[in-house]
């Protein structure tokens, strides 16, 4: 396939912007995911687990360098999402980062850390669904965007994902994601790059 992968920076509103909602959201059914899977095996989730999980808690220890710090709920916050050539997105941040450089300068420290990254499949909050997230020293810095059929589509996902990192093009900015609902066209404006 031609072209590079891409690492993308975007920011969320606040608290309550749908997009940080929806991160959240399936951030909790991946937590979720991972408990019961440790519940069945025995194991324990390590100390400080996912990163910023429900906007409560502390993010996971220092990883490849960076340790993101927990923004505030009323502070303007963003995540990166790892895209595929033909822009399809493959992965996302498993910390929601308090400012852009921030985001950035994690990004670039972990893809010095490719060779450590491990992949961990765990199953959906359903029968039938299957998801993964890759660790750095025990801590979780990139997850699945959805849940698969199978558990060999997941790891082939993960797989491909981890391949991808160290060749995607970083953003030097940050860009809104526009929705493609109803208010797309009021947002529509927004594609210009943006602080946080």
Known sequence: MPGNPTVLFSPFRSSADPLRVAWTNFRELVHNSLDEDNKASGST?????????????????NVA???????????????????????????RS??????????R???LNLRESTAAMVIVTVHGPTAGTHGWYIT??????MTCTRWYETSHASL????????A?????????????VSSGPSRR??????SPCEW
């Open 45 to 61: 989730r390590t100390p400080g687990g996912f990163a910023n999980i429900g906007g409560t808690g502390r993010p996971a220890g």
């Open 65 to 91: 360098n960076a340790a993101p710090s927990l923004p505030p709920a009323n502070q303007v916050s963003g995540f990166w999402r790892l895209l595929a050539p033909n822009h399809r997105e493959i992965a």
């Open 94 to 103: 498993s910390y929601i980062y308090s400012t852009f450089l921030g985001a």
């Open 105 to 107: 300068t994690h990004v």
């Open 136 to 141: 750095v020293s025990g801590k979780p810095v």
């Open 156 to 163: 082939d996902a993960a797989e491909g994902a981890r391949a």
């Open 165 to 177: 990192f160290p060749l995607a093009l970083v953003s030097a900015e940050s860009r809104p994601i």
């Open 186 to 191: 009021a947002n529509a404006g927004e594609k």
